[in-house]
T-cell receptor
Framework: QKEVEQDPGPLSVPEGAIVSLNCTYS??????FMWYRQYSRKGPELLMY????GNKEDGRFTAQVDKSSKYISLFIRDSQPSDSATYLC????????????FGAGTRLFVKA | GAVVSQHPSWVICKSGTSVKIECRSL??????MFWYRQFPKQSLMLMAT?????????EQGVEKDKFLINHASLTLSTLTVTSAHPEDSSFYIC?????????????FGEGSRLTVL
């Protein structure tokens, strides 16, 4: 079993839809949770960063962490064609030299 | 957010030559940087953890003599692919933890696409 599981998709939605992206994990030591967006042939861009459990909102993006269920989510409201990209969840047990473990990434297509 | 710059963004080389990729943290000091490799439509594969002033820590299966990592300063880490072969063709990405050591998020460079002919 992988430490982090993420459905690779692809996920195709119409413009304006609410998108839900999810990851599950097995390591209860993870405390830092991140979502990255990666456009084709570019480096990942940090979207959301959450420490421990709870919700965090930034514009059209909401990140949720449920440590009891080992489940994290990213919601995108009013999705736009420019949101079409691969979304990677990532998590780490600590800072400094701690490794960050990435999900496989979900490819999202938002149709105009 | 913190800015990580990677250079070159694209390089083509002949088989048997060596290629150096630079990763710089532009507005913060990074004691630890990470090097990843990514194949098309696949996620990031951690190759090694680069520590300023000490030897890099390589992941299992990654050849140390093939992928030389140097982290000579708090703002620069380099990855040298030695005696490159076509199977080394890939997208290489570096990252660093930004800001203070109390945060967990990683910031990535733009990536370097290596094509070995």
């Amino acid at each position: 079993q992988k430490e982090v599981e993420q459905d690779p998709g692809p996920l195709s939605v119409p413009e304006g839809a609410i998108v839900s992206l999810n990851c599950t994990y097995s390591n209860s030591a993870f405390q830092y949770f991140m979502w990255y967006r990666q456009y084709s042939r570019k480096g990942p861009e940090l979207l959301m960063y959450t420490y421990s459990s709870g919700n965090k909102e930034d514009g059209r993006f909401t990140a949720q962490v449920d440590k009891s269920s080992k489940y994290i989510s990213l919601f995108i409201r009013d999705s736009q064609p420019s949101d079409s990209a691969t979304y990677l969840c990532a998590m780490s047990a600590g800072t400094g030299g701690f490794k960050t473990i990435f999900g496989a990434g979900t490819r999202l297509f938002v149709k105009a | 957010g913190a800015v990580v710059s990677q250079h070159p963004s694209w390089v083509i080389c002949k088989s048997g030559t060596s290629v150096k990729i630079e990763c710089r943290s532009l507005d913060f000091q990074a004691t630890t940087m990470f090097w990843y490799r990514q194949f098309p439509k696949q996620s990031l594969m951690l190759m090694a953890t680069s520590n300023e002033g000490s030897k890099a820590t390589y992941e299992q299966g990654v050849e140390k003599d093939k992928f030389l990592i140097n982290h000579a300063s708090l703002t620069l880490s380099t990855l040298t692919v030695t005696s490159a072969h076509p199977e080394d063709s890939s997208f290489y990405i570096c990252s660093a933890r930004g800001g203070t050591s109390f945060t967990g998020e990683l910031f990535f460079g733009e990536g370097s696409r290596l094509t070995v002919l």
